[in-house]
């Protein structure tokens, strides 16, 4: 089991921003490809953002496409979200995922999660 530690979070007010980063605790864990997945109260946990490490190609989800940016060092296995004009409907627990053979696109390819961070957007 390769655990993923999560940090940054918190409340920030509409239109602000925020960062996460997330990096796998095991050294010798070689991943495919890493991202985010968030969950709101009552709705389903769903796609934010992915990122390839072999090329480096991202994938986003529509609903914050131009306003997330991932990023990553390949070498440490972290990545790190910037989240920037953030909405109401940003407001969830968002969850660092990592996959060894697939692109973290959806929940069948994720192998491991963080155990996930506040995202609060005050209005």
């Known amino acids: 089991q390769v655990q993923l530690v999560e940090s940054g979070g918190g409340l920030v007010q509409a239109g602000g921003s925020l960062r996460l980063s997330c990096a796998a605790a095991?050294?010798?864990?070689?991943?495919?490809?890493m991202g985010w997945f968030r969950q709101a109260p009552g709705k389903e946990r769903e796609f934010v953002v992915g990122i390839r490490f072999s090329d480096s190609k991202t994938y986003y989800a529509d609903s914050v496409k131009g306003r997330f940016t991932i990023t990553s060092d390949n070498a440490r296995n972290t990545v790190s979200l910037q989240m920037k004009s953030l909405r109401s409907d940003d407001m969830a627990v968002y969850y660092c995922v990592a996959s060894r053979f697939g692109a973290v696109l959806s929940r069948a390819n994720v192998d491991y999660w963080g155990q996930g961070t506040q995202v609060s957007v005050s209005s």
């Open positions: 095991e050294r010798s864990f070689s991943a495919y490809s």
